[in-house]
């Protein structure tokens, strides 16, 4: 099975291009979650007071240090900017878009991935109507070479997962109810709530189930190559036919 991988730069109205474009020696990087993006911003210099000012208006500073080795900052901004994005112009063609955004130099990076070579060409037909851009490789690639955890962006696997839920999840996880043996129960994890176990259990249930949900497509497409068949699922389906 052969997939598609194009890597392209843009340019077009936006305040963190723009940042970069003033401030060549940053490179900054951007990542979509289900609520806010979060941006990391590097430099190997000490940073100007007025790129610090402007760092301070970019959203809600979570991390920031200058010392020796440049500037490092992260910070977290709401999503009211990705209205009528390139991102939504992905999806439209098919395209798995490849986290995270690189802004460097006045121009925005990005990397997708798609199942046909065609949906490639059209989005980027699509994105030289209205913007400034450069296609920097585009090459057919076999599932095999490309890791799993590429084809499955975050915001994707949990996507529809409540906040309950993933606090369910997240406790299961830690206190090691998925290792085998399992350290702990149900009613163990739940006495560490302040809800009660049927409840618990409930919010945990529909985590799994939206998360195996959600990875769905990419475990369809880490499979589909193989003939292997380690279950006997085949051979069970003829002789069920055989026997019928």
Same mark, same amino acid.
């Given at each position: 099975?052969?997939?598609?991988?194009?890597?392209?730069?843009?340019?077009?109205?936006?305040?963190?291009?723009?940042?970069?474009?003033?401030?060549?020696?940053?490179?900054?990087?951007?990542?979509?979650?289900?609520?806010?993006?979060?941006?990391?911003?590097?430099?190997?210099?000490?940073?100007?007071?007025?790129?610090?000012? #402007?760092?301070?208006?970019?959203?809600? +500073?979570?991390?920031?240090?200058?010392?020796? @080795?440049? /500037?490092?900052? %992260?910070? &977290?901004?709401?999503?009211?900017?990705?209205?009528?994005?390139?991102?939504?112009?992905?999806?439209?063609?098919?395209?798995?878009?490849?986290?995270?955004?690189?802004?460097?130099?006045?121009?925005?990076?990005?990397?997708?991935?798609?199942?046909?070579?065609?949906?490639?060409?059209?989005?980027?037909?699509?994105?030289?109507?209205?913007?400034?851009? #450069?296609?920097?490789?585009?090459?057919? +690639?076999?599932?095999?070479?490309?890791?799993? @955890?590429? /084809?499955?962006? %975050?915001? &994707?696997?949990?996507?529809?997962?409540?906040?309950?839920?993933?606090?369910?999840?997240?406790?299961?996880?830690?206190?090691?109810?998925?290792?085998?043996?399992?350290?702990?129960?149900?009613?163990?994890?739940?006495?560490?709530?302040?809800?009660?176990?049927?409840?618990?259990?409930?919010?945990?249930?529909?985590?799994?189930?939206?998360?195996?949900?959600?990875?769905?497509?990419?475990?369809?497409?880490?499979?589909?190559?193989?003939?292997?068949?380690? /279950?006997?699922?085949?051979?069970?389906?003829?002789?069920?036919?055989?026997?019928?």
């Amino acid at each position: 099975m052969s997939l598609y991988e194009a890597s392209f730069r843009v340019r077009h109205e936006c305040p963190y291009r723009e940042i970069s474009e003033r401030y060549p020696d940053l490179t900054i990087r951007e990542w979509y979650l289900s609520d806010c993006q979060v941006i990391e911003i590097t430099s190997p210099e000490s940073p100007a007071d007025e790129l610090l000012d #402007e760092i301070d208006h970019l959203g809600t +500073i979570l991390h920031k240090s200058v010392d020796d @080795s440049g /500037l490092h900052v %992260v910070t &977290q901004s709401c999503l009211c900017s990705l209205e009528d994005s390139i991102i939504e112009r992905f999806e439209e063609y098919n395209c798995l878009y490849q986290p995270p955004t690189i802004h460097r130099q006045g121009w925005e990076h990005y990397t997708v991935i798609a199942f046909d070579e065609s949906d490639v060409r059209a989005l980027l037909r699509d994105l030289e109507a209205d913007r400034d851009i #450069e296609v920097l490789s585009k090459t057919a +690639i076999t599932e095999q070479q490309i890791p799993h @955890s590429m /084809l499955a962006p %975050v915001d &994707q696997l949990f996507e529809d997962v409540t906040e309950r839920q993933l606090a369910a999840l997240r406790l299961a996880l830690e206190s090691g109810y998925y290792e085998q043996p399992r350290k702990t129960s149900l009613r163990e994890l739940a006495d560490q709530t302040a809800v009660a176990r049927s409840t618990y259990e409930e919010h945990l249930r529909k985590a799994e189930n939206k998360l195996l949900t959600n990875a769905g497509q990419f475990l369809r497409l880490v499979t589909a190559t193989s003939t292997a068949d380690p /279950l006997g699922v085949d051979q069970t389906q003829q002789a069920e036919q055989a026997a019928d």
